[in-house]
């Protein structure tokens, strides 16, 4: 699959999972905010960048315990260099980018939506936020 098309099935995976994110509560170890985004890629790209902690928690304590002292930044630079992710500027991104973002203080990973817009699972559905917002962006094919 070609990038262009990849990203228009990227852009379409996003759209789909902001829908089903408003249907239902969001299940720490099943679709957090990191699984949820690595559950869009996965659908794409055939990958899973999240495999290592699948199935290891089930909790806001736990997900904290499985990410270690150095935090969900690391696991996504982790991910980054294994998948060959490259760091963009923001202005950059397109649909299906992974970024880093402080949600209230809580580092939080969130998918570009469209460029300009990234959207994050929450408690209670999905959050947008404006490419201003996030700390790191990184391109993912």
């Known amino acids: 699959m070609d990038a262009g ?3 228009e099935a990227l852009e379409r995976a ?11 509560a969001m299940q720490w170890g099943r679709d957090d905010c990191a699984l949820w985004c ?3 890629l ?3 790209l055939t990958y899973d960048g ?4 699948r199935g290891r928690y089930r909790t806001k304590i736990g997900a904290h315990r499985v990410l270690g002292k150095a935090g969900l930044a690391a696991a996504l630079r982790e991910a980054a260099r294994r998948h060959k992710w490259r760091r963009v500027k923001p202005g950059a991104e397109l649909p299906g980018d992974i970024g880093l973002a402080l ?6 990973t969130v ?3 469209a460029p300009g817009w990234f959207v994050g699972r929450n408690e209670a559905g999905f959050t947008a936020l ?3 917002a996030i700390r790191i962006i990184w391109a993912i094919v």
């Open 5 to 7: 098309l990849r990203r």
């Open 111 to 113: 998918i570009c939506r």
């Open 50 to 53: 999240a495999a290592r902690f």
């Open 130 to 132: 404006p490419t201003s």
């Open 38 to 40: 690595a559950n869009i």
């Open 14 to 24: 996003v759209v789909a999972a902001m829908d089903a994110a408003g249907r239902s």
């Open 103 to 108: 949600i209230s203080g809580v580092a939080s």
């Open 42 to 44: 996965r659908q794409v």
